[in-house]
């Protein structure tokens, strides 16, 4: 079964400096998409993979994109430099993305990420801004919706700030 | 967390609005939790789909629009 929250958690246990992205970080941010994936972006360094490896020891990590689904072994070295890593897990499927799109690498997107508090644990998400950009980037139209639907949260944030 | 009202304009027919203004009144926490339970429905949904017409229709679906 899917546990999103299992996946975040385990990321933040081993202080994975990571940012949610995608269509999960538009759920948190209000979105009524349902995304199959969880992505984050991660710089593809050594310190960041070796804390990505002991998050996800235990849950049966596969590489996605390789139909014969190797599991990820034991030497996180060797993705360093990867662009993207394409993950299935006992806790559902998890992208690591070295950028994003309309936006660029781990660096730019940490910028502007804000920080929330999800129950036990906190967890750094695109901020909403950047996550329209990106999926206003992107173009497709399930893109386009959930753009209009974070517009829609984005004007209502302003107005009760004012 | 009080209900918020959402300003639509003409561009918004094919958003639920009263569904974004509920979930805006969630913590983050309670909305992955609802997004997990949705995606659950979802896959059970997709499997009875999938065992009723004996494939699956999504496959038919996004071909339909294919070059031939």
Same mark, same amino acid.
């Given at each position: 079964?899917?546990?999103?929250?299992?996946? #975040?958690?385990? #990321?933040?246990?081993? /202080?994975?400096?990571?940012?949610?992205?995608?269509?999960?970080?538009?759920?948190?941010?209000?979105?009524?998409?349902?995304?199959?994936?969880?992505?984050?972006?991660?710089?593809?360094?050594?310190?960041?993979?070796?804390?990505?490896? %002991?998050?996800?020891?235990?849950? /049966?990590?596969?590489?996605?994109? /390789?139909?014969?689904?190797?599991?990820?072994?034991?030497?996180?070295?060797?993705?360093?430099?990867?662009?993207?890593?394409?993950?299935?897990?006992?806790?559902?499927?998890?992208?690591?993305?070295?950028?994003?799109?309309?936006? =660029?690498?781990?660096?730019?997107?940490?910028?502007?990420?804000?920080?929330?508090?999800?129950?036990?644990?906190?967890?750094?998400?695109?901020?909403?801004?950047?996550?329209?950009?990106?999926?206003?980037?992107?173009? !497709?139209?399930?893109?386009? %919706?959930?753009?209009?639907?974070?517009?829609?949260?984005?004007?209502?944030?302003? /107005?009760?700030?004012? | 967390?009080?209900?918020?009202? #959402?300003?639509?304009?003409?561009?918004?027919?094919?958003?639920?609005?009263? #569904?974004?203004?509920?979930?805006?009144?969630?913590?983050?926490?309670?909305?992955?939790? !609802?997004?997990?339970?949705?995606?659950?429905?979802?896959?059970?949904?997709?499997?009875?789909?999938?065992?009723?017409? =004996?494939?699956?229709? !999504?496959?038919?679906?996004?071909?339909?629009?294919?070059? %031939?």
């Amino acid at each position: 079964m899917a546990s999103t929250l299992g996946l #975040l958690r385990r #990321l933040a246990a081993e /202080n994975v400096d990571f940012v949610l992205v995608g269509g999960m970080a538009a759920v948190v941010h209000g979105s009524a998409s349902v995304t199959e994936d969880v992505d984050v972006c991660i710089r593809f360094d050594e310190p960041t993979l070796r804390s990505v490896f %002991r998050a996800l020891e235990g849950l /049966n990590a596969r590489e996605r994109m /390789n139909a014969a689904r190797p599991t990820l072994g034991s030497d996180p070295l060797r993705f360093v430099g990867y662009r993207n890593l394409y993950l299935t897990t006992d806790h559902g499927v998890i992208d690591f993305l070295g950028e994003l799109t309309g936006l =660029g690498s781990f660096d730019r997107v940490s910028a502007h990420a804000v920080t929330l508090q999800v129950g036990d644990f906190s967890v750094r998400v695109v901020g909403l801004e950047d996550l329209i950009i990106s999926k206003r980037t992107l173009g !497709r139209p399930k893109d386009h %919706r959930v753009a209009r639907e974070l517009e829609l949260v984005l004007a209502q944030s302003r /107005n009760s700030k004012t | 967390m009080s209900r918020v009202k #959402l300003a639509p304009s003409e561009v918004d027919e094919d958003i639920d609005l009263d #569904l974004l203004e509920y979930l805006l009144t969630l913590t983050p926490e309670q909305r992955i939790e !609802r997004h997990d339970a949705a995606l659950e429905l979802v896959k059970a949904l997709r499997k009875a789909g999938t065992e009723h017409h =004996g494939f699956d229709p !999504r496959a038919v679906a996004s071909a339909g629009g294919g070059e %031939r």
